[in-house]
């Protein structure tokens, strides 16, 4: 695969009377779906600290599958969710998606068994993976392609704003300990153990209605519409996007990409050998997005934090920190996506990340305490949220053809969410056996090595249609 497509410069790079408002509302309607994925994803990392206390997790099995379950669930969302939307629509299934975030938020709050506690776990991570498929495709299908990467990223932002309000709700709702307290000193009768984790659950129901609320108004996908042979229907959310002219265009475009292929889903094309190679791409992003290691920082931040040296006070407002560096970090991306481009934002991620995790499990190694290692980490952070964060999931949302993109999409978020639970379940042996400066250390070489491949097999695909990415790389 040619890393450097080169820019058509034909009718798709031209001016059109976008409307701005419109496209910019109903990204932010499906975007919301990355909120509750960001939230329902990092809540248990704060309220880790006392709901093992109050299950009586011992463990590193109890502990991992605690934290893991709803990582099963999102593989299952993301397997299931791709075929499904291909067949009847993306926005009925994040319909479903905001359906299950309200229901579990709640029934994981009221969980009084560990049993109870991880079926609805398991359930809201089917809402995750859900989400975290078809929000990112849902934006990609309905935005310009001069603003797609743009419009993509600003999942990735909603993603972090939800990062960032469950670390804030478990620092707001755990109530301080005493000075200098360790997490082994929390007791079982006290209210962070008994009450304070429920509430970090249970008020994810509240964007979670909005999310379910407001998907009710958005547009149904039109290059959905259109391989469904409905192009008027098409036509008609393109024209509110781009206007009439804007409207044809696009809908010819869409359809000559779908010649034989109207109303049609063969998942026998995913094994064709130009596909197999983007196919192989979107795998080895989403699989590297995970292995990067970085999601053990947003998973495991109290175990990292108290490694530096801090108490579970520290813990909990070293974490908020990490979520809002981790926001402002993904303003960069969605300022620099659509100027600079993907490669780049990637190779100078995932080099980076290597070279700071060289020096990260070196201050552990050494046995540093307070702010040189906690710096380290939110620069790794950082790093991460201007690159492999974001900007994964943009190629993700590009790079497959339209006759089959929920299917292929599936594949990767699949293969995400595969890396992610490997990386849950992997970091407590790891770090009981290796200690946390070796982890760091393993997840360095993952990083150069996901720079190698970045830098031989992902293609350019800024400023382009849909359709011209897949003229490019599949036809």
Request: glycine share 8%; net charge positive; charged share 15%.
């Amino acid at each position: 695969m040619n890393p450097t497509i080169t820019a058509s410069q034909s009718s798709e790079t031209r001016e059109w009377p976008f409307n701005r408002a419109y496209i910019f509302s109903i990204s932010m309607i499906a975007a919301l779906g990355g909120l509750m994925f960001g939230y329902d994803w990092v809540v248990i990392g704060g309220a880790e600290l006392f709901y093992e206390k109050y299950f009586m997790l011992t463990t590193a099995f109890q502990v991992g599958w605690a934290m893991s379950s709803a990582l099963v669930g999102a593989l299952v969302g993301a397997m299931f969710s791709g075929g499904l939307s291909d067949k009847f629509g993306r926005k009925p299934l994040l319909l479903f998606a905001g359906f299950l975030f309200v229901v579990t938020s709640l029934g994981t709050g009221l969980a009084s068994s560990f049993t109870l506690f991880i079926v609805n776990r398991l359930l809201g991570g089917v809402a995750i993976g859900i989400a975290s498929n078809l929000s990112p495709l849902y934006i990609a299908e309905i935005a310009p392609a001069a603003m797609r990467g743009r419009l993509v990223s600003v999942n990735q932002l909603t993603i972090a704003l939800g990062v960032v309000a469950a670390q804030v709700a478990n620092w707001a709702i755990a109530r301080p300990m005493p000075l200098g307290s360790t997490i082994d000193q929390i007791p079982l009768d006290s209210w962070n153990v008994q009450t304070a984790w429920r509430w970090m659950f249970g008020v994810t129901a509240l964007p979670a209605v909005v999310f379910f609320v407001a998907m009710f108004f958005a547009p149904e996908s039109p290059r959905w519409l259109a391989k469904k042979g409905r192009s008027d229907h098409a036509r008609a959310v393109l024209r509110r996007i781009g206007g009439t002219a804007y409207a044809e265009h696009s809908v010819k475009d869409i359809e000559a990409t779908l010649v034989n292929e109207i109303d049609r889903v063969d998942l026998r094309e995913l094994l064709e050998p130009k596909m197999l190679k983007v196919l192989m791409v979107g795998v080895v992003l989403a699989v590297f997005q995970q292995w990067c290691g970085i999601n053990v920082i947003f998973q495991y931040g109290s175990r990292i934090f108290a490694d530096a040296g801090y108490a579970v006070s520290g813990i909990l407002f070293n974490i908020v920190i990490t979520g809002i560096v981790a926001v402002l970090m993904t303003f960069v991306a969605i300022a620099t996506v659509d100027r600079w481009g993907r490669r780049v934002l990637m190779l100078s991620g995932s080099i980076g990340l290597a070279v700071i995790y060289l020096f990260t499990g070196w201050a552990y190694y050494s046995g540093l305490k307070g702010i040189v290692p906690v710096t380290l980490v939110v620069a790794a952070i950082a790093c991460y949220c201007y690159s492999l964060a974001p900007i994964t999931w943009v190629i993700l949302s590009e790079i497959f053809p339209n006759r089959i993109r929920g299917a292929a999409m599936s594949v990767s978020v699949v293969a995400l969410w595969l890396g992610n639970f490997m990386l849950s379940q992997t970091f407590p042996k790891m770090y009981q056996s290796l200690g946390l400066a070796q982890c760091f250390w393993v997840y360095a070489a993952i990083c150069f090595g996901g720079f190698l491949f970045i830098w031989k097999r992902l293609p350019e695909t800024k400023g382009k249609t849909l359709e011209q990415i897949e003229r490019e790389l599949v036809d």
